[in-house]
């Protein structure tokens, strides 16, 4: 395991990216289910850690970086030997990659794994830097129709009802990311729709295993690997299933949830990329412009939520994310860790 870290042009970790009520749980449960696969969720290390604390070679950027990494509450389930890390970082290149694939190696060698995978929202952002720290590595981006990735957030967070501007600014912005990863990394890139996952679940699983070089098990399809996934019970926010169960019933639940306005909202700024994906535009829907008075007037408070988000998404990207506050552990030592571990936080 450690050699293959001192190579980082050996190690083909593999990356789930996407945005939340996508299906990455989903595939991050297939894949967990695999027995030569260690797959870790949340992580963020490409988001709040690379390349934010200068060059690694200077013991003193390391140990802040480093520090700081072992007190994110998001990578404790890791369980990271700190003196490890360090004795193991010293005998290669001091690069970030490195850093990140001693965490990850550690862990997938604690649970008898011998590669890693990490699925982390969003990493279809950051696709650059994976690429330049793993150049073997692989990314399957997971893309769903925007009109039911919205309606499972109505579902999972009732706050979000009226929001439709952001949530329409929020699958733009992964879907032109994706777009553009796709056409600079063909080979590298994949992008998975979750209603073939869901419709034909065997024949997609298969292609995900030869794209990122793997054999095929069908033990994968009972996603028994990540039991914390599996005894939801599916893959839907709306209703339980059998532990295992891939059902096809969130496809088209957006026309039982979302608003008429809602769903034209989302079809006139979606359309183009919705049909590049192979999204049918719901005709039935009537245009904005028949709404009611009160809906049109709705209607640019939706886009200027959603060209809001996009721009605040923007400038945060550009700027650099900060760690947030809450998810740090302060003056972190082994009891608290272990308290961490358990709470799983």
């Known amino acids: 395991m450690v050699t ?30 695999h027995p030569d696969i260690s797959m870790v969720r949340r992580t963020n290390m490409f988001r709040y850690f690379y390349e934010r604390y200068g060059n690694l070679a200077e ?12 007190s994110y509450k998001r990578l404790i389930h890791l369980h990271p030997d700190p003196q490890r890390i360090r004795d193991e970082f010293r005998q290669g290149e001091p690069t970030y990659g490195r850093l990140f694939a001693l965490f990850h190696a550690h862990n ?6 011998t590669r890693w995978g990490d699925k982390s929202l969003h990493t279809e952002c950051f696709a ?31 706050t979000n009802r009226g929001r439709v501007g952001k949530a ?62 599996n005894e939801k019970g599916g893959n839907s926010s709306f209703q339980r299933f ?5 059902s096809t019933s969130p496809v088209g639940r957006y026309r039982k949830v979302l608003s008429q306005q809602d769903i034209a909202f989302m079809q006139t700024y979606s359309g183009r990329y919705m049909r590049e994906l ?13 709404w009611p008075v009160r809906q049109i007037i709705e209607y640019p408070v939706n886009l200027g939520r959603m060209t809001g988000w996009t721009a605040s998404e923007y400038m945060r990207r550009k700027r650099g994310e900060k760690l947030p506050a809450y998810r740090m552990i302060k003056n972190p030592s082994s009891h608290t860790i272990e308290v961490a571990i358990d709470k799983k936080l």
């Open 4 to 33: 293959a870290v001192n190579g980082i042009e050996k190690i083909s970790p593999i990356f789930v990216a996407g945005p939340d009520r996508s299906g990455t749980s989903l595939i991050y449960a297939i894949l967990s289910s």
């Open 59 to 70: 013991p003193d950027n390391f140990e802040r970086c480093l520090s700081t990494m072992l």
């Open 108 to 113: 997938a060698e604690r649970v008898g794994k």
């Open 128 to 158: 650059d830097g994976v690429f330049t720290a793993f150049p073997n590595a692989r990314i399957l981006h997971m893309v769903r129709d925007p009109r039911d990735r919205y309606a499972s957030v109505l579902k999972r967070y009732a």
């Open 168 to 229: 329409t600014g929020k699958w733009l912005y992964s879907v032109v990311y994706g777009s553009r990863n796709l056409k600079k990394f063909p080979d590298k890139y994949m992008l998975v729709r979750y209603e073939d996952l869901t419709l034909e679940p065997e024949k997609m699983v298969r292609k995900i295993c030869e794209f990122i070089e793997v054999d095929f098990l069908p033990e994968m399809l009972s996603m028994s690997g990540a039991p914390d996934h």
């Open 242 to 246: 059998n532990p295992g169960e891939i």
């Open 278 to 290: 192979g999204y049918e535009i719901d005709t039935s829907v009537a245009p904005w412009y028949r």
